[in-house]
């Protein structure tokens, strides 16, 4: 949209969809540029629209003609601070109503910190709109402040809540497309989301992909399986999970899979393959460190075993005409797979000589040459020293 729309072409666009509309952002844009051609002076808008997401409630944009855009994921948690009870968001998720208030009072009489904030940068009046939505529980909304003199007119405040009318469905369609990213990265991984969401999800196609892998294992689960309850179970899952899941991420992988109490990932080799291995093994040392500092069970101490290995495989879809499944086959999936069954024996951490050989340092020793089931050759295996004999 350019910035000598007229208003005819604001109206077009404010009821038709474009691809740009998907952006949080860019919807907030577009639409505060045609307000104001529209001859409502507004210099600050914010835009709130949840998402569809176990760790983030929403996206918030914040636009001002003073510092452009600026985009804020927000988490669940946010909702129980005092921060967020005390601010005009919470009070239109509470009401559904729309809000306004006039920013010429004084400062002291005005209820909300961000309120004072904007009648300091020259504020005059401000409202808060909630949109209309079929989400029983989340409330998306969209705010506007003006400098000018004496606040927006009545025929101005009829007109931005009859253009947030139309303004609502649209972002609908970003709120969609929204959830359909946030859940499929959730569900699938970033990567296999983006390769979904561009057409790769005909049965039987991949690519060959190098990469390490990294296969983890939940130790004495039957047992904890038979002790606990499946509410607690759950937990204690979850917590392992946590444990492994956060350095996998921060070290550059690619959780494929939660196989009971398993974990696949890996970690394509689109660096220096030294650097990407040494990362990880460093990655695998500070999620057994995780498990072994964050202990908070009646059961006592969890255990777990982490196997690396590099090599090739096949990566993409597999299964049934109606059900899919975005994943990693090859000889070297099961080769790290096998080498994990024998953590419990020999170290929590077992790398294969593939792996190993990409890394120079002097903590890694030698443990053996393993047969692994179901493969014809046998396996070198390394750990890091201070493992040895850690589960004998």
């Not at 007229?6 to 919807?27: H, N, R, T, V």
């Not at 909702?79 to 005009?88: F, L, V």
């Not at 920013?103 to 949109?131: M, N």
């Not at 999800?201 to 904890?224: H, M, P, S």
Request: glycine share 8%.
């Amino acid at each position: 949209m350019k910035d000598s729309l007229e208003k005819d072409e604001f109206y077009i666009w404010l009821k038709a969809y474009g691809a740009e509309d998907k952006y949080p952002q860019e919807l907030l844009q577009n639409f505060i540029r045609g307000v104001n051609v529209l001859g409502v002076d507004v210099y600050r808008s914010s835009l709130w629209l949840p998402t569809a997401h176990p760790e983030l409630w929403g996206t918030q944009v914040v636009w001002s003609a003073d510092d452009g855009v600026m985009v804020y994921r927000r988490e669940h948690s946010i909702t129980s601070t005092a921060t967020y009870m005390n601010t005009p968001g919470e009070a239109v998720h509470r009401t559904r109503k729309a809000m306004r208030w006039s920013l010429d009072a004084p400062e002291e009489t005005l209820p909300f910190p961000l309120l004072k904030e904007i009648q300091a940068e020259g504020g005059s009046d401000y409202l808060i709109v909630p949109f209309q939505t079929d989400h029983t529980h989340e409330q998306p909304w969209i705010t506007f402040a003006t400098r000018r003199v004496g606040g927006f007119s009545l025929l101005e405040i009829n007109t931005l809540q009859e253009l947030c009318i139309a303004l609502s469905w649209k972002a609908r369609v970003c709120m969609a497309e929204l959830a359909v990213q946030s859940l499929l990265g959730v569900y699938l991984g970033p990567n296999a989301a983006q390769r979904v969401l561009s057409g790769e999800f005909k049965r039987g196609t991949g690519q060959e992909l190098n990469a390490v892998i990294w296969f983890c294992d939940l130790r004495d689960f039957t047992q904890l399986s038979n002790s606990l309850s499946a509410k607690e179970l759950v937990v204690v899952l979850d917590h392992f999970f946590e444990c492994m899941a956060g350095p996998i991420e921060e070290a550059g992988g690619e959780i494929l899979k939660f196989i009971g109490d398993s974990i696949l990932a890996v970690f394509p080799l689109t660096q220096n393959t030294q650097a990407l291995c040494l990362k990880v093994k460093q990655a695998a040392e500070k999620a057994l460190d995780n498990l072994e500092y964050e202990q908070d069970f009646k059961q006592g101490e969890l255990k777990a075993g982490i196997a690396l290995h590099l090599g090739e495989m096949m990566f993409g879809n597999i299964g049934g005409r109606s059900r899919l499944d975005f994943t990693v086959i090859g000889s070297s999936v099961n080769k790290a797979a096998r080498v994990e069954g024998l953590c419990k024996v020999l170290a929590p951490l077992l790398m294969t000589e593939d792996f190993a050989q990409q890394i120079n340092s002097n903590d890694l020793t030698y443990v053996g040459e393993k047969t692994l089931r179901g493969i014809e050759q046998s396996c070198k295996l390394f750990t890091v020293k201070k493992y040895l004999g850690t589960f004998i």
